[in-house]
């Protein structure tokens, strides 16, 4: 077990208590160790095929943090947040050494999952991008419920100029950018929930 405080909501309370929080301590200071044990549990979520297909930038830099705050609506959580992470997905992670995704298992498995990669994405740059936003949605949320979970409150964001940010953080011409993350220590409660829809709306049984 780690060592790091945790405060071991259940599951279904980090879901229920998560709101997006944009006032943040900038004056807080997530440790090493409580960055580390979050980005550890979060690199557990799934992917499709186990690509793994999510990059995180893990924007330290104050100054870039500054200028990427400059095309990003001047939104304040993205300086006064403990942690700023861009998400963004590899578009071709799926032909990158995929074996490497499957080491662990046995030759059969290998010898039917590696054609089987390829054949779902080569030559399909919708379906490979979308892959990145699938991924980079869920493991985004585990990373907010994991926030959660260790006292902190976060702020999905995607009000910025997404190309200027690409730039700034020197993004790959095969990658994209699905988010960004501030993680934080909150100042003032979040507003009261915008208005949430009813499930009989969200929830369709069996056809629309
Ligand atoms: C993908 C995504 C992008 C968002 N972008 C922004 C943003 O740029 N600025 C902002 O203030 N809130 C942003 N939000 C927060 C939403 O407004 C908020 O999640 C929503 O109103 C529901 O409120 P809750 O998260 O507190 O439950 C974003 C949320 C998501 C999921």
Not at 65 to 75: H, L, N, P, T, Y
């Amino acid at each position: 077990m780690r060592e790091i405080k945790q405060n071991t909501l259940g599951v279904r309370e980090a879901v229920e208590t998560r709101r997006a929080h944009k006032t943040l301590d900038p004056n807080h200071k997530m440790t090493d160790e409580e960055a580390k044990a979050i980005l550890e549990s979060a690199i557990l979520s799934p992917t499709a095929f186990n690509i793994q297909n999510w990059r995180l930038v893990w924007v330290k830099d104050m100054e870039l943090r500054e200028k990427i705050r400059e095309v990003a609506w001047g939104q304040e959580q993205v300086t006064s947040a403990s942690m700023l992470l861009v998400i963004c997905g590899d578009l071709r992670a799926w032909e990158k050494n995929p074996e490497r995704y499957w080491r662990n298992s046995p030759t059969e498995v290998q010898e039917f999952i590696l054609p089987a990669i390829h054949a779902y994405y080569a030559e399909k740059p919708l379906t490979q991008r979308d892959e990145c936003m699938r991924s980079g949605g869920i493991i985004t949320q585990s990373l907010m419920l994991l926030a959660e979970d260790m006292g902190y409150k976060s702020s999905p964001m995607d009000g910025f100029d997404y190309d200027a940010v690409g730039k700034l953080i020197g993004l790959p011409e095969d990658h994209i950018i699905v988010m960004m993350l501030a993680i934080g220590k909150p100042l003032k409660e979040a507003w009261p929930r915008g208005g949430q829809l009813p499930l009989d709306e969200v929830v369709i049984e069996n056809r629309f």
